[in-house]
């Protein structure tokens, strides 16, 4: 008797399972992995599928939040596109995030390289970097609010003192921005440094000590070494904070309230505006789906260059 023959003997002589247990089990195990999904399922499909849907059929609707919605097709597109205040509110958001995701990136990353040798004392700054992360971003604007004050602030102070012309932070058209692009930075600060912190510990000390020993300078081994090591974690912060800046608006609401400046708008402000104070559901429901497109196709773009200077360690 040859090989495969007697493997197919062996084979046949295991009893089958019958297929109606089979199939009840796999029911069975269907049915309880529904039931232990369905709270997440319900809660994705109300507060997450069902809001998205009836944003984008208002997209292509005239309405004002009373009586029924009628077919207005690409009409809302078309009066965004000419409308000039969106246009000057789209330029503040990029200046915004051009200021702000460049700025925390870069000082949380020094921030955590001063940290790694800041011995027993880590902790404690940590713990006053992060503090700003778990403040309401309502109460962090108040405090703002009083340090731009032109006369009381203490920071036009301090510049004063030593022959530095305070400017008016939320008065001056060219300051406004920069002004929230600085709260911004200071209260994300925090959640970046940690991050790049876990980054810079995963980084293996061979791997420094093998630079060294080929006689890199402190320069060449933080720009060669250091940060291709931890270009995962800048990929993903860099993707989350501009996520995160093209949807600013606490600051300018607490800021300027429902009366700010074509200098101060952002184009989340236009659509809380356009939906909730002109009652215009519709054009702000078009400019709520055009800002997702664009971070889809930002973050898709980034997606598609982390192949040319993203590093994984194998």
């Not at 089990?25 to 599928?49: N, W, Y």
Request: net charge neutral; proline share 5%; charged share 10%.
């Amino acid at each position: 008797m040859s090989l495969d023959t007697q493997i197919r003997a062996s084979v046949d002589a295991v009893p089958a399972q019958p297929r109606r247990k089979v199939s009840r089990r796999r029911r069975k195990d269907t049915i309880a992995a529904l039931v232990f999904l369905s709270p997440q399922l319900l809660g994705l499909i109300v507060f997450m599928i069902g809001p998205l849907g009836f944003a984008l059929y208002l997209a292509f609707s005239h309405w004002d939040g009373f009586g029924a919605a009628t077919f207005a097709g690409l009409s809302n597109f078309t009066e965004l596109f000419e409308n000039p205040r969106i246009q000057r509110s789209a330029i503040n958001t990029v200046w915004f995030t051009v200021l702000q995701v460049p700025g925390v990136m870069i000082t949380a990353f020094l921030f955590a390289l001063f940290m790694q040798k800041a011995g027993r004392m880590t902790n404690v700054y940590r713990l006053g970097f992060v503090a700003p992360v778990v403040t309401s971003s309502v109460a962090v604007a108040t405090i703002w609010l009083y340090l731009f004050n032109p006369e009381i602030s203490p920071i036009n102070s301090a510049l004063r003192s030593i022959g530095i012309p305070a400017p008016n932070w939320l008065q001056d058209p060219s300051f406004i921005i920069p002004s929230f692009a600085v709260v911004a930075i200071w209260q994300g600060l925090g959640y970046q440094l940690v991050m790049f912190m876990a980054g810079l510990q995963s980084i293996g000390a061979s791997y420094l000590e093998a630079a060294e020993l080929d006689g890199c300078s402190a320069w060449q081994k933080l720009w060669h070494v250091t940060v291709p090591l931890i270009s995962p974690t800048i990929l993903f912060l860099s993707i989350t904070s501009i996520i995160g800046s093209f949807q600013v608006f606490d600051y300018i609401y607490v800021f300027m309230d429902s009366s700010a400046p074509d200098e101060a708008r952002t184009i989340v402000y236009e659509i809380v505006q356009m939906a909730f104070r002109e009652f215009n559901f519709g054009a702000a429901s078009a400019l709520a789906f055009l800002l997702f497109l664009v971070l889809l196709g930002v973050t898709g773009l980034q997606m598609a260059a982390q192949k040319r200077w993203v590093h994984y360690a194998e």
